[in-house]
């Protein structure tokens, strides 16, 4: 796996797509602060140290952690991006070029970085009472992809009851993490609603009249709408409620919500596919819906309708309960399930799916197909498709398609696809008073800390009470001077907490900034918040995170109705 250097802004080096779309709308990037560094030999050395043919192939290494990429090439495509001859050599040679001088990020230029795309909302009272078993939400990101490949989505449902919030994880690109994110709650809603209230959307399109709005959106400023799409996705949008109306004669006025989750997260990824091979006259258009199609991304959706909470998941991002015991102290409790090679379920659905003869190429190194970690996912029909089928949209699509030597690479030992599926998993859990929050994360957070520290961190920042366990060190030789330093900086914890005001932002903090000790390291902070877009990646993921808190009063009472 190497560095792949790209265009240079503010002087210094950055790793951009092949395939750029809607650069400019996204979070705002760390490099805002790279001319603070004053020694930014690192950047030079490690920018001018690998060159790479191809932004989409990523290559194995030595020096760089594998299980950090969604994708492993083939070996055949390993020319496509290597190293430099003797560039470990270069790299010392030049540490001697000049006087390293430290340099760290100050609290307020850390804090800029972390606060960039924070947002918030509070369900609004009714009546001096909030009737709502959702008090609010905090959402969050940091990139470390350019552009960051994870989007969020949060919304009220206006025709139905409940609130939608997902996260989704993009890989190969963030097309099709866009355009998921836009998407999937309206076909979760039009799945949701009933037969009565389909027919009126569609008699009002029909004659022309003003639509009833489905969703009330909750979004950062930079979690934007595709303009040039919109109509496209209407239109699919349309037949697909259609097709209810056409199979609901509105008999049963009951809707099963696990059901209607999954016919949405099927039916959208057919959809996706679908625009892709009819393609668009419109050479923009049919580009976008081609980007869409060959990238992929996972998605965690929860649907919170009182006490009735329905997590649905595809991929590897989870959601985890916050749970308050009663003696104060913290419990996780996961509520979706990954589905990789560590899920041995997963493993066996998809050796039951293929032929016997495949049982030992259908997942190699822990990847499907030897290529992608998750086993669920949208998008990806180059896991999905013929290859007969791709062979031909390739060949007729666009040349800045036809030219990407990514989407004409077929995976091998590929014989009986699809290989993915986007159908997600569903878990149910009734609400209890004891029930103070939900966690929904992409990987990246989840590959930097353990579940039980994640639901501790929020439980504290939310309650103000902070559960004291004895100091771990982990096997380390700490000096007295330095375990007083950690009962110092423990002592000073419950003022410090509140430099955030929002909760995402301060599990992101810890995530980033923990050290061996378990506590935010300022120097560990700010060298990771300083590293250039080429190497971040090689340390850690995107992180996106919602942070949802129930409000115990209103789900209490719904216990006491019963």
């Given at each position: 796996m190497c560095v792949c250097p790209g265009p240079r802004r503010i002087g210094i080096p950055v790793r951009s797509s092949s395939l750029p779309l809607f650069s400019d709308a996204m979070p705002a990037p760390t490099q805002l602060f790279f001319?603070?560094?004053?020694?930014?030999?690192?950047?030079?050395?490690?920018?001018?140290?690998?060159?790479?043919?191809?932004?989409?192939?990523?290559?194995?290494?030595?020096?760089?952690?594998?299980?950090?990429?969604?994708?492993?090439?083939?070996?055949?495509?390993?020319?496509?991006?290597?190293?430099?001859?003797?560039?470990?050599?270069?790299?010392?040679?030049?540490?001697?070029?000049?006087?390293?001088?430290?340099?760290?990020?100050?609290?307020?230029?850390?804090?800029?970085?972390?606060?960039?795309?924070?947002?918030?909302?509070?369900?609004?009272?009714?009546?001096?009472?909030?009737?709502?078993?959702?008090?609010?939400?905090?959402?969050?990101?940091?990139?470390?992809?350019?552009?960051?490949?994870?989007?969020?989505?949060?919304?009220?449902?206006?025709?139905?009851?409940?609130?939608?919030?997902?996260?989704?994880?993009?890989?190969?690109?963030?097309?099709?993490?866009?355009?998921?994110?836009?998407?999937?709650?309206?076909?979760?809603?039009?799945?949701?609603?009933?037969?009565?209230?389909?027919?009126?959307?569609?008699?009002?399109?029909?004659?022309?009249?003003?639509?009833?709005?489905?969703?009330?959106?909750?979004?950062?400023?930079?979690?934007?709408?595709?303009?040039?799409?919109?109509?496209?996705?209407?239109?699919?949008?349309?037949?697909?409620?259609?097709?209810?109306?056409?199979?609901?004669?509105?008999?049963?006025?009951?809707?099963?919500?696990?059901?209607?989750?999954?016919?949405?997260?099927?039916?959208?990824?057919?959809?996706?596919?679908?625009?892709?091979?009819?393609?668009?006259?419109?050479?923009?258009?049919?580009?976008?819906?081609?980007?869409?199609?060959?990238?992929?991304?996972?998605?965690?959706?929860?649907?919170?309708?009182?006490?009735?909470?329905?997590?649905?998941?595809?991929?590897?991002?989870?959601?985890?309960?916050?749970?308050?015991?009663?003696?104060?102290?913290?419990?996780?409790?996961?509520?979706?399930?990954?589905?990789?090679?560590?899920?041995?379920?997963?493993?066996?659905?998809?050796?039951?799916?293929?032929?016997?003869?495949e049982a030992k190429s259908v997942v190699k190194q822990d990847r499907l197909l030897g290529l992608l970690m998750p086993f669920r996912a949208f998008g990806d029909v180059k896991f999905k498709w013929s290859i007969d089928l791709q062979k031909r949209v390739i060949e007729s699509g666009p040349d800045q398609l036809n030219d990407n030597e990514y989407t004409k690479f077929i995976p091998p030992n590929y014989y009986t696809p699809p290989y993915l599926t986007a159908e997600p998993e569903v878990t149910y859990h009734r609400l209890r008073p004891q029930d103070k929050f939900l966690i929904l994360a992409t990987d990246g957070l989840w590959e930097t800390m353990h579940r039980q520290d994640v639901v501790r961190i929020v439980g504290e920042y939310l309650t103000g009470m902070h559960h004291q366990q004895p100091i771990a060190v982990g096997g380390y030789k700490v000096t007295l001077g330095q375990m007083h330093g950690l009962l110092t900086e423990r002592r000073t914890k419950m003022s410090s907490v509140f430099e955030d005001q929002n909760a995402a932002t301060h599990l992101i903090r810890h995530a980033v900034g923990n050290n061996e000790f378990g506590t935010v390291d300022h120097e560990r902070l700010s060298k990771m918040l300083s590293l250039p877009e080429e190497l971040a990646r090689m340390y850690r993921d995107d992180i996106t995170i919602i942070v949802v808190q129930f409000n115990s009063h209103v789900v209490g009472a719904y216990q006491n109705q019963e």
């Open positions: 001319p603070l560094i004053r020694n930014c030999e690192l950047s030079r050395i490690y920018g001018t140290a690998c060159y790479c043919h191809h932004k989409h192939l990523c290559c194995s290494s030595s020096y760089f952690p594998q299980s950090r990429l969604r994708y492993t090439p083939h070996p055949a495509y390993a020319t496509f991006c290597r190293p430099k001859e003797n560039w470990w050599q270069y790299t010392q040679g030049r540490r001697y070029a000049s006087t390293p001088q430290k340099f760290y990020l100050t609290p307020p230029q850390v804090n800029s970085i972390l606060k960039a795309n924070e947002y918030s909302f509070k369900v609004p009272e009714f009546d001096g009472k909030n009737v709502s078993s959702v008090l609010g939400f905090d959402s969050n990101q940091l990139p470390a992809n350019a552009p960051i490949e994870d989007r969020r989505s949060a919304a009220t449902c206006l025709q139905t009851r409940g609130m939608l919030l997902g996260v989704f994880d993009g890989h190969a690109g963030c097309a099709c993490s866009q355009a998921v994110s836009e998407r999937l709650f309206y076909y979760i809603a039009v799945s949701l609603l009933p037969h009565e209230t389909l027919l009126e959307i569609e008699n009002a399109v029909e004659s022309g009249r003003a639509l009833l709005p489905i969703l009330q959106w909750h979004k950062h400023p930079n979690d934007y709408f595709s303009k040039e799409a919109s109509k496209l996705y209407f239109n699919s949008l349309r037949t697909y409620w259609q097709e209810l109306i056409d199979l609901n004669t509105g008999e049963s006025a009951d809707v099963d919500v696990k059901e209607a989750l999954i016919n949405a997260f099927k039916r959208l990824d057919n959809d996706i596919s679908l625009e892709a091979q009819v393609g668009d006259p419109n050479s923009f258009l049919n580009y976008l819906v081609l980007r869409v199609a060959f990238s992929g991304a996972t998605a965690c959706v929860a649907h919170v309708d009182g006490v009735d909470l329905h997590v649905a998941n595809t991929g590897d991002s989870r959601a985890m309960l916050g749970v308050q015991e009663e003696d104060g102290s913290w419990s996780a409790v996961t509520l979706s399930n990954d589905h990789n090679a560590q899920n041995e379920s997963e493993l066996e659905r998809l050796k039951l799916e293929h032929p016997k003869n």
